[in-house]
């Protein structure tokens, strides 16, 4: 059972890290409370790669020696509630922003997601961390890579256009926001 919850872990502790979820999803939400219908397909397209990439990547980089082993349960509600669901929520309300605000939007959410996790449940540590230690290292330098989502999500969305129908690619300048 330890990895499917991880040490010391309970279903108790697993509904501490989803109200952590729930009420960020809830603050995002608030600024945007629906995926556009147009959009929809871009949102399972991207939902869809986000879990799949970053659970099995989760998996491989622990197997790899690059990252700690997160519990099964962890890695999978992780990966498709906050990463796969929440974030993607994100990119859609965000993705007019310029990229250095999206990117500390996705970074910023995240730290505070994996802070919440491993508090709750002990994981999201690796000391030392390549060249860095310290109990924070690894959790800040993870979630900077979740800042890539930004980056990455419309080279996802442009490229799954070619096989996916109903992918939808806006033609703006990145800068401008839209009308509030």
């Known amino acids: 059972m330890e990895e499917i919850l991880g040490i010391n872990n309970s279903w108790l502790d697993y ?3 989803f ?3 729930l009420l960020l999803f809830i603050c995002i939400r608030a600024a ?3 995926i556009e219908l147009y959009w929809r397909t871009n949102f399972k397209v991207l939902f869809v790669f986000w879990f799949v990439a970053m659970f099995t990547g989760n998996y491989l980089f622990y197997l790899l020696g690059v990252m700690s082993f997160l519990p ?11 990463i796969g669901f929440v974030l993607t929520w994100l990119y859609f ?21 994996k802070m919440g996790e491993n508090m709750l449940l002990g994981t999201w540590e690796k ?10 290292a690894y959790l800040i330098v993870m979630s900077i890579v979740d800042g ?4 990455i999500s419309p080279i996802v969305l442009k490229l799954s256009r070619k096989f996916i129908s109903g992918v939808y690619i806006e033609d703006y300048p990145r800068n401008i926001r839209r009308a509030a």
């Not at 099964?72 to 906050?82: C, G, K, Q, S």
């Not at 993705?95 to 250095?100: G, H, L, T, V």
């Open 15 to 17: 509904l501490g890290v």
């Open 19 to 21: 109200g952590v979820y």
């Open 32 to 34: 945007w409370p629906r």
């Open 72 to 82: 099964w349960l962890n890695n999978f509600i992780h990966t498709f509630f906050w």
């Open 93 to 113: 309300g965000i993705r007019r922003n310029n990229m250095i605000e999206q990117f500390l939007l996705f970074a910023g959410y995240s730290f505070i997601v």
């Open 127 to 136: 000391d030392p961390f390549f060249f860095l230690s310290g109990k924070y």
């Open 148 to 151: 890539f989502f930004a980056i």
